[in-house]
């Protein structure tokens, strides 16, 4: 290729990464910071780190960002490796995983259930109610190919440790009977869980990229 076409090549590269990604998202950034200035919140609150913003100690959250940054690695696995030619059933349990990944992800990031009971009124066990029924429509349409994966007891394991940080959350918030420990037991389950949810994902994305016929 010539330096001519090659500097042509660039620029229009260029130019989709501004018309495509930095104008959009740009625009919503304004947005948002419009909104949040003429809602009298600090415009510093949305871009800052919560800990700087908060004053607090580097380390506040820490298990709960790298849950975030899980959830975000699941999401970013499934997605990028449905473009490398999976087969109907893999695409099908890659699509479950990015969706499911993303909505409980960003819940887990901004607190959406809570900030939803606290703004809308609507309950939290509604809410998560609601995620729970698009995880299962989703994962039930992969099902035909989930249960013919040898690794199927790794995305048991993770179902499970969800089931017991979920669990342990609903009981606290319906004041019912905990266990000693039931915060940090539900944190670190669903830690747990993410790790796992994480690992099995990547073995499925392992599985589609080396595929003979995988682009």
């Known amino acids: 290729?010539?330096?001519?076409?090659?500097?042509?090549?660039?620029?229009?590269?260029?130019?989709?990464?501004?018309?495509?990604?930095?104008?959009?998202?740009?625009?919503?950034?304004?947005?948002?910071?419009?909104?949040?200035?003429?809602?009298?919140v600090p415009v510093t609150d949305l871009l800052r780190d919560p800990s700087a913003t908060l004053d607090?100690?580097?380390?506040?959250?820490?298990v709960s960002i790298a849950g975030v940054a899980l959830w975000a690695a699941a999401a970013a696995i499934c997605m990028i490796c449905m473009s490398a030619s999976p087969t109907p059933g893999q695409r099908s349990l890659l699509?479950?995983?990015?969706?499911?990944?993303?909505?409980?992800?960003?819940?887990?990031?901004?607190?959406?259930?809570?900030a939803i009971k606290?703004?809308?009124?609507?309950?939290s066990p509604i809410t998560i109610?609601?995620?729970?029924?698009?995880?299962?429509?989703?994962?039930w349409r992969a099902w035909p190919y989930l249960k013919t994966r040898t690794?199927?007891?790794?995305?048991?394991?993770?179902?499970?440790?969800?089931g017991i940080s979920v669990t342990l959350d609903a009981a606290g918030e319906a004041d019912l009977p905990t266990p000693p420990y039931s915060a940090v037991i539900e944190d670190v389950a669903k830690f747990l869980g993410l790790?796992?949810?994480?690992?099995?994902?990547?073995?499925?994305?392992?599985?589609?990229?080396?595929?003979?016929?995988?682009a």
């Not at 606290?118 to 309950?123: E, F, S, V």
């Not at 790790?195 to 099995?200: A, D, H, I, L, P």
Request: aromatic fraction near 12%; avoid cysteine; charged fraction near 10%.
């Open 129 to 139: 109610g609601i995620y729970g029924i698009i995880t299962l429509v989703v994962f």
């Open 1 to 40: 290729m010539t330096e001519s076409g090659s500097m042509r090549v660039q620029m229009a590269a260029l130019s989709r990464l501004a018309f495509r990604v930095l104008l959009p998202v740009t625009a919503v950034l304004v947005m948002v910071m419009g909104v949040a200035y003429t809602s009298d």
């Open 56 to 62: 607090g100690a580097w380390y506040v959250g820490l």
């Open 195 to 214: 790790v796992t949810w994480v690992t099995f994902f990547t073995g499925v994305g392992r599985d589609v990229i080396q595929r003979p016929n995988a």
């Open 151 to 162: 690794d199927l007891v790794v995305f048991a394991v993770a179902v499970l440790l969800f």
């Open 95 to 114: 699509f479950a995983g990015a969706v499911s990944s993303v909505i409980l992800g960003a819940d887990d990031a901004f607190l959406g259930h809570e």
């Open 118 to 123: 606290n703004i809308i009124g609507i309950p």
